[in-house]
């Protein structure tokens, strides 16, 4: 499309047009995916697409409107390394672009407007404290160092990651993993029917949704056993396999109804965490305080749930609705989880720490502090690997590194690792053994 404008009406594209695309794809990194219909693309790749698009045209001046937004680190970083080299080539490159923090790394010609012309020259010239009060009303006081897009990642799955870990401490110890690993993929049909009926990408909207499709899928599994003759663990299969099913169709759907491109709902499935948004980490924030409220002012109840909820039943307490509440706050953890990591992997998000730091303590307390700080290290680290390796996702390495954490702690924790318990085992292997020669030899 990008070689229309050079085009008469009759004449059709050759093989001279096809290179340049095909030049211009492979400096946008996304010759790979030429086969692929573009609201099969993300959100990163459809903007490199665009930009690919208009690289075909190959003229001196490019007018682009906002590149950066709504792109992961590894795209905008592509995206800044290819206007750079069309600027050494000779080329001018105006951009629209309303991101204070990064103006001034990015560009060398600024113009501020607000209503008119504020003022125009060089970076250095312009970006200056005086100027920007009297252009935006704000005073600028120190401008991170951090790249903002990567800030909010690691803010978000930071949050994330603690929330997760929080709850996944409760869902290890009542040995319902697998519930939690049902309950995300359960919450996609959720999603999918919120953007249908209300037609928006709203976090809240969305949120509302999955919360509606959890509370389902949790009933759907705690009746399924007590109605039937199916097995706790059968049940499970069943709810995860036709909801998701059912999320899978919806997801369809509205790709082939004209709001694929718009829907960006693909990241619920696969995860996406290098693209979360202020919105997403605002989100993700009061999803985490409500979670750490509950679980503060619930704590003790909770963990009679987890260890003996016969017992909790015996004295009186309202066990279904302590249930209800802790079903609520993991579904609303994976919620949050999904967006990071998908489906697929939520389950180590939630599970991981907890296994992590079960073998180093006995203490329900000490377990998730050190749950906590075990995910929220992992957040960081996983954040920090994706940023400096651009092709390579941020979910999946949060997850990798919690568990090479996990598989560390399960070898070499000082009581409960395997090599503690290899070298228990030999000890007193050789105390017998001396023991025994002992016995022997005074029997003699």
């Known amino acids: 499309m990008g070689r229309y404008p050079y085009k008469k009406f009759y004449q059709p594209i050759d093989s001279h047009d096809h290179k340049i695309a095909e030049h211009a794809m492979k400096k946008l990194g996304i010759w790979k995916l030429r086969d692929r219909q573009i609201g099969e693309l993300s959100g990163g790749q459809q903007q490199r697409t665009f930009i690919a698009r208009a690289l075909c045209q190959d003229v001196d001046c490019y007018l682009m409107d906002e590149p950066f937004v709504g ?17 050494n080539e000779g080329k001018t490159v105006i951009i629209v672009h309303h991101d204070l923090q990064t103006a001034y790394e990015y560009f060398d010609w600024m113009v501020l407007l607000n209503t008119r012309l504020v003022a125009a020259g060089a970076v250095d010239e312009v970006f200056k404290p005086e100027i920007l009060q009297e252009a935006y009303g704000g005073r600028l006081t120190v401008l991170s160092k951090i790249n903002p897009n990567v800030r909010l990642v690691v803010s978000g799955m930071l949050l994330i990651s603690i929330s997760s870990a929080l709850v996944g401490n409760f869902t290890f110890l009542r040995k319902k993993a697998l519930v939690g690993d049902a309950v995300a993929h359960a919450l996609l049909p959720g999603i999918a029917l919120a953007f249908i009926f ?29 109605k039937s003759k199916i097995k706790p663990d059968t049940a499970i299969a069943l709810v995860l396999s036709v909801l998701f099913g059912l999320g899978i169709l919806l997801l369809t759907h509205i790709q082939h109804s004209g709001a694929g491109n718009q829907a960006g709902l693909d990241k619920f499935l696969f995860g996406k965490a290098a693209s979360i948004g202020s919105d997403d980490v605002w989100a993700f ?33 309202p066990v279904k609705t302590f249930r209800f509440i802790m079903n609520t706050v ?10 990071s990591v998908g489906v697929v992997l939520m389950v180590s998000l939630l599970i991981a720490p907890a296994a992590a730091a079960r073998s180093w303590t006995d203490s329900l307390i000490k377990m998730i502090f050190i749950s906590i700080f075990v995910a929220a290290i992992s957040a960081v680290l996983g954040s920090f690997i994706s940023y400096t390796q651009p092709n390579m996702p941020t979910g999946p390495w949060i997850v990798v590194t919690l568990s090479m954490f996990t598989v560390l702690s399960l070898f070499l924790a000082p009581k409960k690792g395997v090599i503690a318990r290899w070298i228990q085992q030999r000890n007193n292997q050789r105390k017998i053994l001396t023991e025994n020669i002992l016995k022997a030899m005074y029997h003699l």
């Open 285 to 317: 924030g009061t999803i985490s305080i409500v979670i750490s409220l509950v679980v503060v002012l619930l704590f003790k109840e909770f963990r009679l749930m987890a260890f003996n909820p016969e017992f909790a039943q015996s004295i009186g307490l």
């Open 330 to 339: 993991l579904v609303l953890a994976i919620i949050a989880g999904i967006q």
């Open 198 to 226: 209300f037609k928006t990408k709203n976090p809240w909207v969305l949120i509302g949704g999955a919360l509606v499709s959890g509370w389902i899928a949790e009933y759907l599994m705690e009746q399924i056993p007590l």
């Open 71 to 87: 792109v992961d680190a590894a795209t905008e970083e592509a995206i800044l390394n290819l206007l750079t080299s069309m600027k």
